[in-house]
């Protein structure tokens, strides 16, 4: 049965070779479209999620407030009222799973013929995993390094390349200043952050080392920043409000009075991105969902002028004994068939379209299997529902009018 | 006596109309038995197609009964009729009514599609009905291919494929020639002689002669049913099973 309705079909279809194709190519636009845009809005959604776990989960930071001379104010991070017995006491702290204080600085330093000037970080060993950063070669420096202000440096991939080319840096040296300093291991690469910078150009140590022998900091002790890896993200609208209690008190800071640092969740400024990106595709997906619905009118109006077109058939089939749920499943079959093979055609040229935004616009893109699920499921459904109107037109009409029909 | 194939008690059939019901067919009684030719003549408006479409299951009386084969119409859903087109009645139209764009051998083997019969048992079904028909070598023609009097043999073979008891044919030589309209009734004759019941409309008197019984519509009422005068029980031995296309006047009287 199924077999000889499948065979009808086809011949239904072959009978105006044109019609049919321009039907289908309703749907395959729809279709295509939806894929190719799910494509680059999932694409843009996975960019963002890996910056966003790039920056490490459950992070805050903590910036020093900012200096003002003569009514010229720094920017934040130049003031020295964060220092290391802070982030000490924030450890203490309920939910706070690791806490890093940072001091940076722009530094020139050289290797051989190379030199190359990056920012140097200094700080504590928490540091690598409360911004969830591995080690890709060697290893990290230890507390003892931290306590003893040791030599020793972990170099991001483009400081590595720069100084010391092909060359494995692993226990090898480089000069800043005159001093020289043993590059324990290389981080992972990380990528740009959410502004674009390379995250990668940056050389850590510890900060008593950086303190003392980089940047001869006037302030030993004095942070730029203090970053806090929280334990779980439910743990966070408490912690903040926590910190920000304990660092008023512990700069005596009066009831009305500015806070002298400023404290950001990094997360809820990443989830924000990602929202926008979400909102994005969301916007895409629905843009190109309606060409797939303009598709499936398409359907239905070419299956409603079939079935005028062939009244005098349906009487014939209902004299020799069609039924009308026979009648109704050849004409919804055909809808189905319709939008199943558009669909398939679309999704290839949707994935194709991805594949080239990919190679030509460096775009990056993501055809999930789900969403060519999605497109499928749409597909017939849409056969389904647009079919359903002319078929059930169809499997009403009166024997003898049908057979009475030029 | 045998059941009747068809037994219709007291039929009527009102059409409504912008000026009111119009009653096409008023009080109509009439039995068939199986193994009967009957042949149903009546002027244009005499309500003969109306009662072929009752017959056939096409249409639903506004009064009075109808049995057919036994069961009463009035009381079986749409899909239990469609049943009946499909395995009690074949259906030989005056336009052939063949599906244009499939091939012969699909053409006859539709009905059993419906009757969801696989797919070799239908081709082999059909084959050997067109077979039957003096067309066995035309299975994957398309109907546009042959001529109107082979046309209307391939429908007589769709009509015969799921072995009806009943045969209605509704003109079902209106669009032919005299020559080959005496073949096609030649065609029904012999499925006659094989025992089917066959009904026929016509409004021609040559062709109601072939029938053996001729009942005579006129404004919705029967006003004549009577045997034919060729209806000879000598005549029977003449008769060729069925008539090759192109046999033409093979001892097929008159």
């Given at each position: 049965m199924l077999g000889a309705m499948l065979r009808e079909a086809w011949r239904a279809m072959g009978a105006n070779r044109l019609r049919t194709f321009l039907t289908m190519l309703g749907m395959v636009i729809g279709v295509g479209a939806v894929v190719l845009m799910m494509a680059i809005g999932q694409g843009a959604q996975y960019s963002v999620a890996q910056t966003i776990s790039s920056m490490g989960s459950n992070i805050f930071v903590i910036l020093s407030g900012y200096t003002s001379t003569g009514g010229v104010r720094s920017g934040g991070g130049s003031a020295p009222t964060l220092n290391v017995s802070d982030a000490e006491a924030i450890a203490e702290l309920d939910g706070v799973d690791t806490v890093a204080p940072v001091h940076w600085g722009s530094v020139q330093m050289v290797r051989g013929p190379n030199n190359w000037n990056a920012w140097v970080h200094g700080t504590a060993p928490a540091y690598f995993d409360a911004r969830s950063w591995p080690i890709a070669e060697g290893s990290a420096f230890t507390d003892s390094d931290l306590r003893a202000a040791t030599r020793v440096a972990v170099l991001g991939r483009t400081v590595a390349q720069n100084l010391f080319g092909d060359e494995d840096p692993v226990g090898k040296t480089f000069r800043i200043g005159q001093a020289p300093f043993t590059v324990l291991g290389i981080l992972a690469p990380k990528g740009q952050n959410l502004e674009g910078?390379?995250?990668?150009?940056l050389v850590v140590m510890p900060l008593t080392t950086a303190q003392r022998r980089v940047f001869g900091t006037a302030f030993q002790g004095s942070v730029r920043q203090i970053l806090v890896k929280a334990?779980?993200?439910?743990?966070m609208p408490a912690l903040e409000k926590n910190m920000e209690a304990l660092l008023r008190q512990r700069h005596r800071l009066r009831e009305g009075a500015d806070n002298d640092f400023t404290l950001r969740n990094l997360t809820a400024v990443a989830e924000s991105a990602a929202a926008t990106t979400r909102v994005m595709s969301l916007l895409l997906g629905a843009i190109a969902s309606v060409s797939l619905l303009v598709g499936g009118i398409g359907i239905m109006n070419i299956m409603l002028v079939s079935v005028t077109e062939r009244t005098r058939e349906i009487g014939i089939r209902m004299a020799i004994g069609a039924r009308e749920r026979d009648i109704l499943a050849q004409f919804l079959l055909e809808a189905i068939i319709i939008s199943v093979i558009g669909c398939a055609i679309g999704l290839a040229l949707g994935v194709g379209g991805a594949a080239l935004a990919n190679t030509l616009a460096k775009m990056t893109v993501v055809v999930s299997g789900s969403s060519v699920l999605i497109a499928f499921a749409v597909a017939a459904g849409v056969g389904v529902f647009f079919g359903f109107y002319p078929a059930k037109k169809a499997a009403g009409l009166d024997p003898i009018e049908a057979l009475r029909y030029q | 006596m045998p059941e009747p194939v068809i037994r219709v008690e007291s039929l009527a059939k009102d059409y409504d109309t912008p000026a009111g019901p119009f009653p096409a067919l008023k009080d109509v009684s009439l039995e068939v038995a199986p193994g009967e030719f009957v042949a149903i003549m009546g002027p244009s408006g005499s309500g003969k197609s109306t009662f072929m479409n009752i017959l056939g299951c096409l249409d639903r009386p506004s009064r009075g009964r109808y049995l057919l084969a036994g069961r009463d119409v009035a009381t079986l859903d749409k899909d239990e009729t469609a049943a009946l087109r499909n395995r009690t009645i074949g259906f030989v139209f005056q336009g052939f009514n063949l599906l244009p764009r499939m091939s012969l051998a699909d053409n006859v083997a539709l009905p059993l599609v419906y009757s969801a019969i696989g797919h070799e048992e239908r081709l082999a079904r059909a084959g050997a009905m067109l077979e039957k028909v003096g067309l066995g070598g035309y299975a994957g023609s398309l109907p546009s291919r042959i001529s109107g009097g082979q046309q209307q043999r391939v429908a007589i073979a769709r009509a015969l494929v799921n072995d009806p008891r009943l045969i209605l044919a509704d003109e079902p030589t209106g669009n032919l020639d005299s020559h080959t309209s005496e073949e096609i009734m030649g065609v029904f004759r012999a499925l006659n002689d094989e025992g089917i019941t066959v009904v026929l409309i016509t409004h021609e008197n040559d062709i109601a002669l072939h029938a053996r019984r001729l009942v005579r519509f006129l404004d919705g009422r029967i006003v004549e049913d009577r045997p034919t005068r060729q209806f000879l029980p000598s005549a029977a031995s003449h008769r060729h099973p069925l008539p090759r296309e192109g046999g033409r006047g093979e001892g097929t009287p008159c």
């Open positions: 910078r390379d995250q990668d150009d334990s779980a993200p439910e743990v | -």
